[in-house]
């Protein structure tokens, strides 16, 4: 990519993870800079949900660097890698809301341990209600909206820390493309607004273009190819060609 490794966010180096002999991570090397979306694409099994829970210190490397911020963190005792990890807004795939939290608690939930005062809390997660369009379900509980509305609840409270790096896992899978298309349009607009570093995985290639700057192909434990979509079109890959013409 272009620009130095000065100007990264995020600088993933030689990483490497195997599960009872077989190979997930094979030598990853990826970096990505302030207000930049990179979609990271692969078929089912490839590591690419894994490399979000490696990245903020959820699952171990066998080997490898990460750097957030210039800061290495693989090896950061539990307090400092909390700390990186306030910096860091996490969506699960399935929102991994808390069931028996309102809607309005579980955004709250991150702030518990701030210096706001409650009137400031209470002020912050209607703003982040909102922004998400959640405002007028603020009092439901998660069982009492859809996929796409705890999608959108899950994103407020990856927000509620004012994070300066968006991490995505699969945000439109199981939604309907209509609301598959909300969800889209809610991450671009957040991504203009906070100029943020997202990393979007996701198996869906036309949602991956719609959201993001660059793209990368993870296949057999490493990147094989990644830029923008013509970029990735043009590669001499065949594998590349033949997941585009799977995924399209």
Do not use: C
Request: overall charge negative.
């Amino acid at each position: 990519m272009d620009g130095s490794e000065d100007r990264s966010t995020i600088v993933l180096h030689d990483l490497h993870k195997s599960f009872g002999g077989q190979t997930v991570l094979n030598g990853i090397d990826l970096e990505f800079e302030q207000g930049e979306t990179l979609a990271v694409l692969g078929r089912s099994g490839s590591g690419k949900s894994g490399l979000l829970k490696w990245i903020i210190g959820l699952r171990k490397l066998d080997s490898g660097s990460i750097q957030v911020h210039h800061e290495e963190i693989t090896a950061l005792p539990p307090d400092k890698l909390h700390d990186v990890r306030k910096r860091i807004g996490f969506l699960f795939r399935e929102g991994a809301l808390y069931d028996s939290l309102t809607i309005e608690a579980n955004v709250a939930f991150p702030l518990r341990h701030t210096e706001m005062s409650s009137a400031e809390r209470k002020e912050r997660v209607q703003h982040l209600l909102v922004q998400v369009g959640m405002d007028k379900d603020a009092r439901k509980m998660p069982s009492e909206i859809s996929g796409g509305m705890k999608k959108r609840v899950g994103l407020a409270r990856a927000l509620a820390l004012d994070p300066d790096i968006l991490l995505f896992d699969e945000p439109t899978a199981g939604l309907d493309p209509i609301t598959a298309t909300e969800i889209e349009k809610l991450i671009l607009t957040l991504q203009k607004e906070r100029n943020t570093a997202s990393v979007v995985v996701t198996h869906d290639l036309h949602g991956a273009r719609t959201v993001s700057d660059r793209l990368a192909l993870i296949h057999e434990g490493t990147i094989l190819v990644q830029g923008t979509f013509e970029e990735l079109r043009r590669s001499d890959e065949a594998f590349v060609h033949e997941f585009l013409r799977e995924a399209d």
